[in-house]
């Protein structure tokens, strides 16, 4: 089993909907959890960075972590074409450099 | 504003080339981190570097080696280059060992 699953998709969504992202986890050290987001071609930028559990918003974006669940989310509300990308998950136990990463999932918003 | 270059976009080398690739890093970030990215694998961590000189072996080693003479700068080395390197590489560096890594644009290195 990896330590981080994440479903590949691809999403499909029209223009405007809500869309809902997620990534399981199975170490309990993990603390800190990040959000990536990849244009085709491009390097991964940095999204949304969470410590411990709790949600927070920017913008359009919400992250969400439950911790006894071992689930993380990436809500994005009134999804535009300008958000399809892949979208990946990390996460670190904070004990050591390495990230762990989700395989991402890719998203395409229909106008 | 961060920024990370890689020296290439895209490279084309043969089988058995020495193959170099550069990372600079602007922000006198302590850490550096080289990944390759292919498709259904993800991206996976092929060394990574926390100080000048320092070095230590990521999930993918084998085949790869590495440099950091100063710390802006990590170098990249695939001694004898093979088919099955031919990959997306992607460079990071981040401030600390929990802290953002930021990311390059990636190099797509194919190998004939």
């Known amino acids: 089993q990896k330590e981080v699953e994440q479903d590949p998709g691809p999403l499909s969504v029209p223009e405007g909907a809500i869309v809902s992202l997620n990534c399981t986890y199975s170490n309990s050290a993990f603390q800190y959890f990040m959000w990536y987001r990849q244009y085709s071609r491009k390097g991964p930028e940095l999204l949304m960075y969470?410590?411990s559990s709790g949600n927070k918003e920017d913008g359009r974006f919400t992250a969400q972590v439950d911790k006894s669940s071992k689930y993380i989310s990436l809500f994005i509300r009134d999804s535009q074409p300008s958000d399809s990308a892949t979208y990946l998950c990390a996460m670190n136990a904070g004990n050591n450099r390495k990230l762990i990463w989700g395989l991402g999932t890719s998203l395409a918003v229909n106008p | 504003d961060v920024k990370v270059t890689q020296s290439s976009r895209y490279l084309v080398k043969r089988t058995g080339e020495k193959v170099f690739l550069e990372c600079v890093q602007d922000m006198d970030h302590e850490n550096m981190f080289w990944y390759r990215q292919d498709p259904g694998l993800g991206l996976r961590l092929i060394y990574f570097s926390y100080d000048v000189k320092m070095k230590e072996k990521g999930d993918i080693p084998e085949g790869y080696s590495v440099s950091r003479e100063k710390k802006e700068r990590f170098s990249l080395i695939l001694e004898s280059a093979s088919t099955n390197q031919t990959s997306m590489y992607l460079c990071?560096?981040?401030?600390?060992?929990?802290?953002?890594?930021?990311f390059g644009p990636g190099t797509r290195l194919t190998v004939l």
């Open positions: 969470t410590y």
């Open positions: 990071a560096s981040s401030a600390t060992a929990t802290d953002t890594q930021y």
